[in-house]
């Protein structure tokens, strides 16, 4: 065990139930139409670094609650989310011991995808229950999500630094 899995090894789970609360919550803020497509989904995002950082925690099921959360919390029709979380994050569980030895700019690239995909699946659901296509607009965000990647790598670090230096 090298020393950065033994880092991630000592989180405690309460850090990653707080995390997941807090992108919950900033995903459920709601914001005007413009801004509203460029903001990736934080739950996502944060679903991803805890899969690829601490597997033995985050996995499918719980991308599956996650997804069913916010769709009951933005009243999206029951599982949407659920399926698109789920399918992007089953190809970052792939691939994640691979994932993990890229820099940064990889993984923000990875992240894009499974972003992306998601962002699909999103789409393909609502045009298929609604008929409306939002516009390519909604496409933004996964782009955004891919930008902030290095950013959460770093605040994440820094507060599970913190946190050692605490106790």
């Not at 990653?16 to 996502?44: M, N, Q, R």
């Not at 899969?51 to 069913?68: E, S």
């Not at 993990?100 to 894009?112: R, S, T």
Request: hydrophobic letters at 55%.
């Amino acid at each position: 065990m090298n020393e950065s899995e033994t880092f991630y090894h000592k989180i405690p789970k309460k850090l990653i139930y707080i995390s997941f609360i807090l992108a919950i919550l900033v995903d459920f803020i709601p914001l005007s139409g413009s801004l509203f497509y460029w903001l990736p989904e934080f739950t996502a995002l944060i679903l991803m670094y805890w899969a690829i950082n601490r597997p033995q925690n985050v996995g499918i099921g719980t991308a599956f609650i996650l997804g069913l959360l916010i769709d009951i919390g933005i009243a999206a029709p029951l599982g949407e989310h659920a399926l698109a979380y789920i399918f992007s994050l089953y190809s970052v569980i792939h691939n994640r011991r691979q994932i993990v030895l890229y820099n940064y700019g990889i993984q923000a690239i990875v992240v894009f995808a499974a972003l992306m995909c998601s962002e699909i699946i999103l789409t393909l659901i609502r045009l298929r229950f609604t008929h409306h296509f939002n516009g390519w607009t909604t496409f933004l965000a996964p782009f955004v999500g891919a930008l902030l990647w290095p950013l959460l790598n770093k605040i994440m670090v820094s507060i599970l630094n913190f946190y050692y230096l605490r106790r």
